[in-house]
């Protein structure tokens, strides 16, 4: 039953790696890797944060600024990759002469990921950013 059960998760793992790599890739390796790179260091810095609440809470309080920098990053280039997708979509499309529905909906779909990624990578590191700052607040009022 449990051999069952871990070849069941692997498949559905490998699934959903499979999907998100794929979207990572249809998205644009250069924009999705430089959000990708701005939400590790934001995870990065959250833990860092998390780490030094007692020890160095002045060192703490600079990995917020880092947080907040670091996700307003990842969230502008997922709009300026967006913006870019849109326009080279809209340029196949004048080249080619024709909009069928089809090239027009993967396009969109395109041009749509970077800024998804960079929403979820503003959102992760915001929810980060609100514990941090709760959990120094209560640690200041300890102290």
């Given at each position: 039953?449990?051999?069952k059960?871990?070849?069941?998760m ?9 999907t998100?790599l794929?979207?990572?890739?249809e998205g644009?390796?250069?924009?999705m ?7 590790l260091?934001?995870?990065y810095?959250?833990l860092?944060?998390?780490?030094n ?13 880092l947080?907040?920098?670091s996700?307003?990053l ?14 080279s979509g809209?340029?196949?499309i ?6 069928e529905?089809?090239i027009?909906?993967?396009g ?10 960079g929403?979820?990578t ?6 980060g ?15």
């Amino acid at each position: 039953m449990k051999l069952k059960t871990i070849r069941i998760m692997a498949i559905i793992t490998g699934l959903l790696g499979a999907t998100l790599l794929n979207r990572f890739l249809e998205g644009g390796a250069l924009f999705m890797s430089l959000i990708l790179i701005c939400f590790l260091l934001s995870i990065y810095f959250t833990l860092s944060g998390f780490i030094n609440i007692k020890t160095n809470p002045s060192l703490s309080n600079k990995m917020l600024r880092l947080i907040n920098d670091s996700s307003i990053l990842g969230l502008t280039l997922g709009f300026l990759g967006g913006y870019l997708g849109f326009i080279s979509g809209f340029d196949a499309i004048e080249a080619s002469g024709n909009a069928e529905p089809v090239i027009l909906a993967g396009g969109i779909k395109v041009g749509l990921l970077p800024p998804l990624f960079g929403l979820f990578t503003f959102a992760v590191c915001r929810i980060g950013m609100l514990i941090l700052r709760i959990i120094q607040k209560n640690s200041h009022d300890i102290n």
